[in-house]
């Protein structure tokens, strides 16, 4: 005997605006990706031209202010941005090896990947046998803490539009 399930969509009321989750059978249910609602959106990517350009482009879309970390910023300047609202944030690559940060954004916002694969990246350079070598290293060494940092993945090979209209959707979840 085959027995079917009906599915219901179970609509929730909460008139508690810092409420984030509803509990139901034990199970704690996020009903907020990224945490506080802040409006933040945090963007990691390992072509950082694409990271600023996508930043640029969502920051401008959305109207949020548009905010650059470098690298020699450090983890202060990433704190700090991330308490604030209603950014855009391009995040260079080491601030995905902090956990500290990774849990700070996650909380704070929506963190973004521009994942791109070996070969896309490559085709952005000279494809050089350093060029393999440094892409590779990149790869090994930030992918996994981009991966654990983010909240939604972004694929980039696409065009620039579909990139942009990717990560519009996904911020929108």
């Given amino acids: 005997m085959v027995s079917t399930t009906e599915m219901v969509d179970i609509e929730y009321e909460v008139n508690d605006a810092t ?4 509990h139901t059978n034990g199970a704690d249910k996020d009903f907020i990706i990224g945490g506080r609602d802040s ?30 970390i470098k ?12 308490e604030k609202d209603n950014q855009v944030v391009s995040l260079p690559r080491g601030a995905a090896l902090s956990e500290k940060n990774r849990n700070q954004l996650q909380a704070n ?4 990947y521009i994942m791109s694969d ?6 952005a350079t000279d494809r050089s046998e350093d060029a393999r070598e440094q892409i590779s290293l990149m790869l090994n060494r930030f992918e996994p803490s981009f991966m654990n940092a983010a909240h939604h993945i972004v694929l980039s090979d696409q065009s620039d539009d579909e990139i942009l209209q990717d990560t519009l959707e996904k911020v929108a979840i």
């Fill in 19 to 22: 409420k984030q989750a509803v």
């Fill in 39 to 68: 409006g933040n959106i945090f963007i990691f990517a390992l072509n950082d031209d694409l990271r600023r350009s996508i930043a640029a482009q969502v920051a401008d879309k959305l109207g949020k202010e548009l905010v650059i």
């Fill in 71 to 82: 690298r020699g910023d450090g983890n202060p300047a990433i704190l700090e941005m991330a």
């Fill in 109 to 112: 916002g929506k963190v973004l």
């Fill in 118 to 123: 070996f070969m896309t990246l490559l085709n």
